[in-house]
């Protein structure tokens, strides 16, 4: 897949800048032959392991997911460490390919530990320089033998220390941990813990096993029941460190980009889903002897619906393309494609129900799973609120004409 380079340009040379563009081939974006079979992989699969039937079966479930689908996951078709290199025990391909998968796991609002394992944990770990816990945790959340939740607090998906409630107390070799973590995705199914602590010299990522002495997991109630969160209690809990405080906001900081860029993925996928139900609905449903897709109201609706799917899809890719290469500020494209895609699997998803009519509002159909997902979406690593307040801020308030937002220009660089 190509990618896209940034330039650096004065804002004073704007219309140069416009002009250049217009003169230039520009790159298009599409998937590679590899990434459509990957493509088509998860969707077969998903279609055997998540169809609705199961997905309402696994969301009542303890643990609410299916391991051993899991690990088909991991073992076989090597779908949760796509992004990770082959020295690390992964597929060796690009944080793209990893999207590729999610955007079809979404569209399935396939059930288990994705969040805190694929698009927190294993992210943190790679970031995390080498060492015994970080090198044996990885190969086993990549090979799908383990799941990991992440209790780290953010603020709008992006790092604050002055969250973190948790200390960190030296123990012989290792440590101990002692503090809350609210409202941690994934917590409850999850072997593994990555957990932000004080320590002596400052915040550190720490791996606590979730079945050790000391730890206590405590369900909350959740609008999305495929999505569980829990409040995880330490109590002088046995930990390795991870990372220490020279590096823990480093990878911290990458693991939340990481996870916003994917979980924009996600959103796309649902949403897709969830637009393509509505339109085979307003072809088959019958009003005044007619399929209600052709009344002017309902194309416009379903033609709103699209677009702002495409956008939402553009940014979301575009985040991920940022972090793969580095051809964009990495915080900035994440924070617009979360900023759009949460909006747009909100306003998606709630557009759909009313072109089902009286069916989208029932428990039996479908729709209002994706719709809870939407809403809870929406609020983790940040609302869309927030992530335009820190666009603004990396946009309005730290750029200059010497030193401008670093922008792609989309030609090839």
Known sequence: MPACRGRRFPVAKTADVAETLANEPRAEFMFTDEQQQLLSAVRRFAAENFDETTVRRLM???????????????????????????????????????????????????????????????????????????????????????????????????????????????????????????????????????????????????????????????????????????????????????????????????????????????????????????????KERLQFGRPIGSFQAVKHRLADMMVDLEHARSTAYHAVWALTDGSDDPALAASIAQATCSAAFSRISADAIQTLGGIGFTWEHQAHLYFKRAIVDAALLGSAEEHRSRVAELVLDTASAEKPPRVADGTRG
């Open 60 to 282: 009542e479930s303890d643990p609410p997911f299916d391991p051993k689908a899991w690990n088909r996951l991991g073992g076989e078709l090597g779908v949760l460490g796509l992004s990770v290199s082959e020295a690390d025990g992964g597929v060796g391909g690009t944080l793209v390919d990893q999207a590729v998968a999610v955007e079809e796991l979404g569209a399935a609002l396939a059930c288990g530990p994705i969040f805190g394992t694929v698009y927190l944990a294993i992210p943190a770990l790679v970031a995390a320089s080498a060492g015994p816990a970080r090198d044996e945790l990885l190969t086993e959340l990549v090979e799908g033998r383990r799941t990991a939740a992440f209790a780290v607090p953010d603020r709008a998906g992006a790092v604050d220390a002055s969250l973190v409630d948790v200390t960190a107390t030296p123990s012989g070799d290792d440590w101990t941990l002692t503090g809350t973590v609210h409202g941690v995705v994934d917590a409850g199914a999850a072997d593994d813990l990555l957990v932000a602590a004080i320590g002596p010299d400052g915040v550190g990522l720490y791996a606590v096993d979730a079945a050790g002495a000391g730890v206590e997991r405590t369900n909350q109630l959740t609008v999305d029941q495929t999505r569980p969160q829990a409040v995880v209690a330490l109590s002088s809990t046995p930990a390795r460190l991870l990372a220490g405080p020279d590096e823990a906001e480093r990878v911290i900081g990458q693991a939340f980009q990481v996870a916003s860029a994917l979980l924009a993925v996600e959103q796309v996928g649902a949403a897709q889903h969830m637009l393509d139900i509505a339109v085979q609905y307003a």
